[in-house]
């Protein structure tokens, strides 16, 4: 399909189809009024437990009440992706692919009752799956936050979208799975994401802290599997694949007519490599968006001090460790689980007084939190 509107007919020619078995697809360009989306009313409660929703509660966590204040559906416009209500009125997307993709086999496997149960298991539960003539429908929940996009609250925010993307890795891992496409769209969060990316002016707003945050991984199209007995190290690949923003250097070198094109490369190293680069490129972002925003006039000045500047002052070893998952060699760099019981070991170091922000968030003067930090 080469442009949404070829893909929109394509999904319009579904409708029936994915209809009968209980999903009405929206389509991004022409929605049945020929205006805004029709809304419909819900009244779920939030998730206990967002992995494994029971029937009566949400998909997610959702920021507003009212749903006059929800302007819904309609924003997933990728060529093989498209929103849909579910029987119970819960936005979904489904995801058309091929019928000998490997992501099936690997999203029942992380989702098979065994693993799912697991606390570090952060993929997207997968509701669905549905067989068309031609290809294979996968059916998962909307998640919306992309949690590496957004302005924190306070330092606890850094360590826990880390901390949960790294059980993650390290729980595929484990399983010899390997993502091999980590990036800012495929790290996703259970919140419908309309209040969280903005701040009034400068001044921040508590975010993760305000509901039960879990990160969510997704897009699993280029994944590789391998029996769970066979060695890490011998987890490889050969060919370039991923985001090009966060390719670890190896991969790269892998291009057609590159000096090691063909050669074998580890994969674990290079989904942490990958993740160190997302998550150091979201603090490049928030670095930049802060001074562009101080440079505005309309904006009044924030009269405390941004969890960024936080963390860059007191616990710089932060970023230190992110810079190790992208090390330029890979075996430097620390596994996945080694990496993971670094940032729990340095939050741990953290006092409770840097990594939560008081009432209104941490004050211009940092003397007295400078006193306590010993990281």
Request: glycine share 6%; hydrophobic share 40%; with cysteine.
């Amino acid at each position: 399909m080469r442009n949404l509107a070829e893909a929109d007919a394509v999904w319009k020619s579904m409708l029936p189809y994915l209809s009968s078995q209980g999903y009405d697809v929206l389509i991004a360009w022409l929605p049945p009024t020929g205006g805004e989306p029709p809304l419909r009313s819900f009244s779920f409660s939030p998730p206990k437990d967002s992995f494994q929703p029971n029937e009566n509660e949400a998909f997610i966590h959702w920021s507003h009440t009212q749903e006059d204040d929800i302007r819904r559906g309609w924003t997933v416009t990728k060529n093989v992706a498209r929103q849909a209500y579910d029987r119970h009125d819960r936005l979904v997307v489904i995801k058309a692919i091929e019928k000998d993709s490997t992501e099936i086999d690997i999203l029942r496997f992380l989702n098979s009752p065994a693993l799912r149960s697991h606390g570090s298991n952060h993929t997207i539960p997968l509701i669905d799956v549905i067989e068309a003539e031609g290809c294979s429908f996968l059916v998962e929940p909307w998640w919306d936050l992309k949690p590496f996009e957004i302005h924190a609250w306070q330092v606890d925010d850094y360590f826990t979208r880390t901390i949960q993307t790294l059980e993650a890795l390290s729980f595929m891992h484990e399983h010899r799975i390997f993502h091999r496409d980590f990036s800012l769209g495929n790290i996703v969060g259970n919140h419908d994401d309309m209040s969280l990316h903005m701040m009034v002016d400068l001044v921040p707003v508590p975010l993760f802290s305000t509901f039960d945050m879990r990160i969510g991984i997704i897009d699993f199209g280029i994944s590789k599997q391998f029996p769970e007995d066979t060695p890490l190290t011998a987890c490889v690949a050969n060919e370039y694949c991923g985001t090009a923003t966060f390719v670890a250097p190896e991969v790269v070198e892998r291009l057609p007519g590159a000096a090691h094109e063909g050669e074998d490369y580890q994969l674990g190293p290079v989904d942490v490599y990958a993740f160190g680069a997302v998550a150091l490129q979201s603090l490049g972002r928030e670095h930049d968006s802060l001074q562009f925003k101080e440079r505005l006039d309309q904006c009044a000045p924030y009269e405390g001090t941004h969890a960024l500047s936080v963390l860059d002052e007191l616990v710089p070893q932060y970023k230190r460790l992110l810079e190790e998952l992208t090390d330029t060699d890979p075996l430097r760099r620390p596994s996945a689980s080694e990496a993971l019981q670094k940032f729990r070991d340095l939050r741990t170091s953290v006092p409770e007084s840097v990594l939560i922000a008081p009432e209104g968030g941490y004050p211009k003067d940092l003397s007295g939190l400078r006193e306590v930090i010993h990281v």
